[in-house]
């Protein structure tokens, strides 16, 4: 089985920073994307960003210029660098990973259960 634990999250004053981490473990053969979404109750999971093996970036355009994603493959961790926090960023943070658990299977995602970010004063 394959896990991703999410971890970081927690209360930060509007322009504060926080960093999300998500470790990945169990039966991973290799780990292709891997990106963080964001929801909130009663509204849809959207992406925030995402990074591919190779280190290549994409962000939604809200958090363009805040917030920086990136992963070190041999600890198999994505990280979420957020600075200049707005109250719109207030949300449950989930980590996703698409992984081979061995050679010949096909990727498949796996996600997080989250980790809360709320940003109030």
Known sequence: ???????????VQPGGSLRLSCAASGSIF??????WYRQNTGTQRELVA???SSGDTSYA??????FTISRDNAVKTAYLQMT?????????????????????SPPYDYWGRGT???VSS
Not at 30 to 35: E, L, R
């Open 50 to 52: 995402s990074i591919t």
């Open 84 to 104: 200049s926090l707005k109250p719109d960023d207030t949300a449950v943070y989930y980590c996703n990973a698409i992984v081979k658990i061995r050679p010949t």
């Open 116 to 118: 809360q970010v709320t």
């Open 1 to 11: 089985q394959v896990q991703l634990v999410e971890s970081g999250g927690g209360l």
């Open 30 to 35: 290799s780990i292709n994307d891997m990106g």
């Open 61 to 66: 355009d809200f958090v363009k210029g805040r």
